[in-house]
């Protein structure tokens, strides 16, 4: 069994980690039934994040003249094709396109291959005999 493409393996990472932050299906907004009011709590909270690490930045690293507006665009030029990524992945497992299924199923196989593999290094210990 071949380890999967490294490239596969970090997408499929990069969208596991971007859901269990920025989903809402997912992450502890999903407790509040409107979406609008789920939506407007992520834009709070990505503005308070964005100035909150501009003003890190400002501080270690010296900025002079920062913005916030700025570090907002900077931090939006990040996550537009991180949420288009996200998107696409979306739309792919709605409309349940192959390749989306192969780099899963491959990824599952290679995971289970390598459990039974640790697997079969241990050894049983059967306390009524050797205790």
């Known amino acids: 069994m071949n380890k999967p493409n490294i490239f596969r393996r970090l997408v499929l990472q990069v969208v596991n980690l971007w859901r269990s932050v920025m989903d809402a299906k997912v992450n502890p907004l999903r407790f509040i039934p409107d979406n609008t009011l789920q939506s407007y709590f992520m ?75 640790k697997l079969r290094n241990m050894v049983r210990w059967k306390s009524d005999t050797e205790a």
């Open 43 to 117: 834009m709070v909270l990505f503005t308070i994040w964005s100035v909150t690490f501009g003003f890190i930045a400002t501080y270690y690293l010296g900025w002079l003249g920062y913005s916030t507006v700025v570090s907002v665009v900077v931090h939006l030029t990040i996550l537009i094709p991180i949420m288009v990524t996200n998107a696409v992945f979306l739309d792919a497992e709605r409309t349940g396109d192959q390749w989306v299924t192969e780099w899963k199923e491959e990824q599952s196989k290679y995971k289970l291959f390598m459990n039974r593999i």
